[in-house]
């Protein structure tokens, strides 16, 4: 007979997709699900030539977030002085994206998720620290009217 209908609910309150990799590296059947996700990846890169900007994105994002000086973003490492919680925030949220990447069968599309919620963040926070990398309305910048 098929399998009970209960028994697909359970299948979708079990393990999550990680759960079951992590189970199967430790009963070494791993192998299968490595390769699936290598292809489902690479398949995810060729999908359209445009894709292609993802990984760079990627990786220049890695690099500033990590290393601003690297790539002379002074504004970033500004608003690292400024928020000193910025740069863990910034390290955490491309972290998630390369491991959601990495991990999940969809690929590329993760981190591609993410950017359209990340970048307006970033350029939001940039623009609120000032030159001299005060964060805009804590009172240690002259306001504009003294400085004249």
């Not at 009963?27 to 292609?52: E, M, Y």
């Not at 002379?72 to 955490?92: C, M």
């Not at 009172?139 to 009217?145: C, Q, T, V, Y």
């Amino acid at each position: 007979m098929g399998r009970p209908k209960d028994h697909l609910c359970a299948d979708r309150t079990g393990h999550s997709d990680i759960g079951h990799f992590a189970g199967q590296v430790l009963h070494g059947g791993a192998g299968p699900a490595l390769r699936r996700k290598i292809a489902a990846n690479l398949g995810s890169l060729t999908a359209n030539p445009f894709v292609l900007v993802i990984p760079v994105a990627v990786i220049v994002a890695g690099v500033v977030v990590a290393r601003p000086a690297v790539l002379r973003a002074e504004p970033v490492a500004g608003a690292y002085w400024a928020i000193p919680l910025l740069q863990p925030a910034l390290s955490a949220i491309w972290l998630a994206g390369v491991l959601g990447w990495l991990s999940e069968d969809s690929g590329v599309t993760v981190p591609a998720a993410a950017l359209p919620f990340v970048l307006p963040l970033v350029a939001v926070i940039l623009s609120a620290v000032s030159r001299d990398g005060a964060p805009a309305g804590t009172g240690e910048r002259e306001p504009a009217a003294a400085a004249v």
